[in-house]
């Protein structure tokens, strides 16, 4: 099966040309080697692919026959990705929610003026 095929099935990316591009840039190894999108992969394979700036890292134990619901995806792989690798993760996420929250629109004319407050108090204190 190809690689860019064995991402899409195994629920890594949501379409199969994403999971192409990844390949392209040089975001997929196999055994350590870089790869194209037409890639073959076999069982035993050790794959790591980088994704949302993390590199995950899985043993390949069966081709599966198509993509499959998540809860399903264990039965091809093993997981052998670091814990500190999805702590980064976790971090990323925590460090993008610090601002502004999704949804909230513009700045208000409040948050406007604590804003000018504030630089108005950092200013006068020089």
Avoid: H
């Avoid at 999971?19 to 190894?29: E, I, L, P």
């Avoid at 055994?31 to 949302?52: A, C, F």
């Avoid at 990323?92 to 406007?112: E, N, Q």
């Amino acid at each position: 099966m190809r690689i860019d095929k064995l991402l899409w099935c195994l629920r890594y990316y949501k379409t199969r040309s994403l999971a192409s591009q990844a390949c392209r840039k040089g975001m997929v190894r196999i055994n350590k080697d870089t790869v194209k999108p037409s890639r073959e992969t076999y069982p035993g394979d050790q794959i790591e692919l980088r994704k949302d700036q993390v590199w995950y890292s899985f043993d390949l134990l069966e081709l599966p026959k198509s993509r499959m619901g998540a809860k399903l995806v264990n039965l091809y792989r093993i997981d052998r990705t670091p814990a500190e690798n999805l702590a980064q993760k976790d971090l990323l996420k925590s460090a993008k929610d610090y601002y502004r929250k999704k949804g909230t629109g513009r700045p208000t004319k409040k948050d406007r003026r604590d804003l000018e407050d504030f630089t108005e108090e950092v200013t006068d204190k020089d």
